[in-house]
Nanobody, 115 residues
Framework: QVQLVESGGGLVQPGGSLRLSCKASGSIFGIYTFGWYRQAPGKQHELVASVTHGGRTNYADSVKGRFTISRDNVNNTVSLQMNSLKAEDTAVYYC?????????WGQGTQVTVSS
């Protein structure tokens, strides 16, 4: 049983930056992959970025060069630094923790990019 709590969402102008954070707590055992998903209005959810326990990262093509995911294995936290934000980045962003047998989701945090 793992709980994920996200923070950092909000309203930002195009070209601006936001940093999302997520902390995992509870029965955290073994290795797991942290990820950030997002769901925009009228669209399916998509994987934005992920980072394995060993630090291997993966990014959606739409955010490469703009977003950076990082994790702290001591504190069980993950962050998503989002730069050069565009209107199409507007979505609810969800933190995930994927173990071999279970995937846990946070409640989501709204990111709105608008002038």
């Amino acid at each position: 049983q793992v709980q994920l709590v996200e923070s950092g969402g909000g309203l930002v102008q195009p070209g601006g930056s936001l940093r999302l954070s997520c902390k995992a707590s509870g029965s955290i055992f073994g290795i797991y992959t942290f990820g950030w998903y997002r769901q925009a209005p009228g669209k399916q959810h998509e994987l934005v970025a992920s980072v394995t326990h060993g630090g291997r990262t993966n990014y959606a093509d739409s955010v490469k060069g703009r977003f950076t995911i990082s994790r702290d294995n001591v504190n069980n936290t993950v962050s998503l630094q989002m730069n050069s934000l565009k209107a199409e980045d507007t979505a609810v962003y969800y933190c995930t923790a994927a173990f071999t047998m279970s995937v846990y989701w946070g409640q989501g945090t709204q990111v709105t990019v608008s002038s």
